[in-house]
């Protein structure tokens, strides 16, 4: 267990940044305030976001992700041999963004972005959360998780064939590359006494959308890439807690994947993490019982709180939403969580507020649960 009672609560990551807090970001991102200067005026910072968990009652928390931009440029932003660049590929149309029922490969769109991608040889220079966790853990006397991105989300985000291929001639060179410099992070991250290392890799959730897994040859075979990827990057790590978080995706409340976890539930069960941390909150996601077609003696962290709708679900909604899957699953097997971090980028119009009472609900479904199943 990742907590020392049953039905711990965690969230998966982000809190939703305040905007004096992307506003430190941007500056220190402009070149207006060195790196010394930021993680001083962040440390006040982050002690808020400990803070706000503790008194929503979370017993695995982090620092709110409150020191990167999103959650998967934070590899970019602290690993050297990236820039910011100009690019066109596929993305939502924004006109779209609205939950509009339409699958992903009818709101795509070519749109141009800005946004660091690889273009020298990497080096780990620094730690890319470790040094952040050890605040955390000085800050707190709960457990503790950080996130990374998986190797296949970093290979699919920062690698451009107009501006990588002179460093990395293939994105599978790139990932190849990325693989040793997240073990180190594992590395540091356990050092430095956290109890949770959790990998996010929302794309692979797309793969339960019938319309995404037509955009590939070979789907499974993607999957599986991925998969193995992420288990090389934890291959005979102990001593830390490891979890893979599969979402379909979260920006300005919308949902891009439809579709139950069937598809690439076999693929998930072959990751070597203790823990899959899976959307259940939402209707999009399915139903539980895809836990007695695979079962698993993982930990799972069940999405418990849809972090898209803008009510707070209430405590008795949470539990019966935890007991529906203990039809199938053990109580020491379930942590409860979010279905997705509040804000995995830092534009995701969520309040803090918002994300506090959907916290402080959870919580309290939790204690209701120990109190039935104890």
Not at 140 to 166: F, N
């Amino acid at each position: 267990m990742t907590a020392d009672t049953l039905f711990p609560t965690s969230v998966i990551g982000s809190l939703p940044r305040p905007k004096w807090v992307i506003d430190l970001l941007i500056a220190h991102q402009d070149g207006l305030m060195d790196d010394e200067a930021l993680d001083d005026a962040l440390d006040k910072a982050i002690r808020f976001a400990i803070g706000l968990q503790e008194a929503a009652g979370i017993d695995i928390i982090s620092d709110g992700e409150w020191r990167r931009i999103g959650y998967f440029e934070v590899f970019a932003q602290m690993v050297d041999g990236f820039r910011q660049a100009e690019y066109q590929t596929q993305a939502l149309a924004p006109e779209l963004l609205p939950d509009t029922g339409l699958s992903p490969p009818q709101q795509w769109t070519l749109q141009e972005f800005k946004q660091a991608l690889v273009v020298e040889s990497m080096l780990y220079a620094r730690p890319i959360a470790a040094q952040g966790a050890r605040f955390l853990q000085q800050c707190t006397e709960r457990k503790t998780k950080v996130a990374l991105p998986s190797p296949h989300m970093i290979g699919g985000r920062l690698w451009h064939p107009a501006y990588s291929s002179d460093a990395y001639p293939t994105s599978r060179d790139f990932i190849e590359a990325v693989i040793p410099i997240l073990r180190e992070e594992v590395a540091a991250l356990r050092a430095a006494g956290v109890d949770v290392v959790q990998f996010d890799d929302p794309w692979l959730c797309f793969f339960v959308d019938p319309e995404h897994r037509a955009r590939f040859d070979d789907p499974d075979a993607e999957i599986e890439r991925a998969i193995d990827d992420l288990n090389r990057v934890l291959d005979g790590f102990d001593g830390i807690k490891t979890a893979l978080h599969v979402c379909r995706g979260n920006r300005a409340r919308t949902i891009y994947a439809s579709g139950d976890y069937e598809p690439i539930m076999p693929h998930l069960l072959r990751a070597e993490v203790d823990q899959l941390a899976m959307e259940f909150a939402v209707s999009q996601a399915g139903d539980v019982a895809i836990f007695e077609r695979f079962p698993t003696d993982k930990e799972i962290g069940l999405g418990v709180v849809d972090v898209r709708g803008a009510i707070a679900e209430s405590p008795a909604l949470i539990v019966e939403r935890v007991e529906k899957a203990l039809r199938y699953l053990q109580p020491e097997q379930v942590v409860l969580n979010p279905d997705c971090g509040f804000a995995p980028t830092s534009t995701n119009p969520i309040s803090l507020e918002e994300a506090y009472q959907k916290l402080k609900a959870m919580a309290e479904a939790a204690e209701i649960l120990r109190q039935r199943y104890v």
